[in-house]
């Protein structure tokens, strides 16, 4: 469609706490739903190529390069303080870091619901941490930083992310009333 100056279009901006990434090692994907780090600062989906560049003498040629995409994901360390002893997504995610296991990863964006309730789009990517680091200063909270390195460039797809995982994700409203927990 075709617009002109007296058409109307409404924009609204994404907020950053709307864009997710899940997470899980590709082994565990029997067993295991992908996960959100809890409490994360900040997501990254960096998609990049080089290219080549040849002067000739009827002007400059460019040869595009294959696109790369990495990821990164910044956030505080926690811990489920209903089970302080079991295993993490942090603790999973370090451990395919030192082994060398394939991990999967969905970016999402929860402002872009899918056709289906509860599915949001997304795109799928596999691949492997390139790197995973632990911040801990002595007088801030500790923090992890994981980059993550796609092997092709994914596949655009509905996402579904639990009702739990969304409000973790995003503020959501809760009325007054009694919840019914002890």
């Not at 809890?38 to 390069?65: C, M, R, W």
């Not at 964006?109 to 799928?124: C, E, S, V």
Request: net charge negative; glycine share 8%; proline share 2%.
């Amino acid at each position: 469609m075709k617009l002109n100056m007296f058409d109307a279009v409404t924009y609204s901006a994404v907020q950053g706490k709307k864009i997710i990434i899940l997470l899980r090692v590709l082994e565990k994907a029997a067993a295991a739903a992908a996960a959100l780090v809890p409490f994360g600062t900040t997501d990254s989906e960096n998609i990049s190529a080089d290219s080549d560049t040849t002067v000739t003498k009827d002007g400059t040629i460019v040869t595009a390069g294959a696109a790369s995409v990495e990821l990164s994901k910044e956030a505080l360390m926690s811990i489920n303080s209903s089970d302080p002893d079991g295993t993490t997504t942090i603790d999973d995610l370090k451990d395919a870091m030192k082994t060398r296991k394939k991990v999967e990863a969905w970016v999402v964006n929860l402002d872009r619901p899918g056709a289906t309730t509860g599915k949001f789009l997304g795109t799928y990517y596999q691949g492997f941490l390139t790197s995973f680091e632990v911040e801990a200063a002595a007088e801030d909270l500790a923090t992890v930083s994981i980059h993550y390195s796609a092997e092709g460039t994914g596949a655009d797809g509905e996402c579904t992310v639990d009702a739990a995982t969304q409000q973790i994700a995003t503020y959501v409203f809760r009325d007054t009333g009694a919840t019914g927990a002890t």
